[in-house]
């Protein structure tokens, strides 16, 4: 494996936010591409992650899933790249990569599945509601230049990832903080590769194959 990094992922996945990731880093690494139907369920994958879906990396032999982990374990092992705070500097930064884990992929999840929680039982949900949600989301984009202040992070990519995701599909609303903000993240040359490389990857399973 390319520098004892592998990478797993389908390019119709969330394999595409750990692309951008990887590409930020600047690091050498080696992909594989798993179908939903057999390799993702195979027993060598399941040994790697037993929830049988990607993305998922192994870096010199220690296994990572989740796309944030594997964020915020990318900025770490390749400090480099700088797509990490300083450690004292690192509170907005685990604030905002955590509340896209939790409060937005929650609130989203449960708005596109239709499920409406009564207004009197917001209290007992990590979110609260969609729209009080979304309004901090807009707010946490729209005070700095980037979620965790003047520089561009791993952060970034996940959240970045959700919002672009969100609004170009309909599951977040458009809004003006939204669209200035990913004006800023999604004109990043790493971005432009990742995509380049999964809409290849795309591309090529759909070409007829020649007889």
Sequence with gaps: MAD???????PMSRGRIARWMLEETGADYETVVLDYASSMKADDYLAINPMGKVPAIVHNGHVVTECPAICAYLADAFPDAGLAPPVDQRAAYYRWL????????????????????????????????????????????SVT??????????????LGSQIA??????????????TAYLGRILARPAYARANAKDDALIAAAAAPVEA
């Design 165 to 178: 995701w969100g609004t170009q599909f309909g599951t977040l609303p458009k809004r003006d903080g939204f």
């Design 145 to 158: 230049p980037y979620v965790a202040g003047e520089a561009f992070s791993a952060a970034d990519v996940y």
């Design 4 to 10: 004892g990094l592998t990478f797993y992922t389908n």
């Design 98 to 141: 955590f509340f896209a884990a939790g409060p937005v992929e929650q609130a989203v999840t449960m708005k596109s599945l239709g499920v409406e929680p009564p207004a009197e039982r917001s209290g007992m949900i990590g979110f609260g509601s969609f729209d009080k949600m979304v309004d901090v989301l807009e707010a946490a984009v």
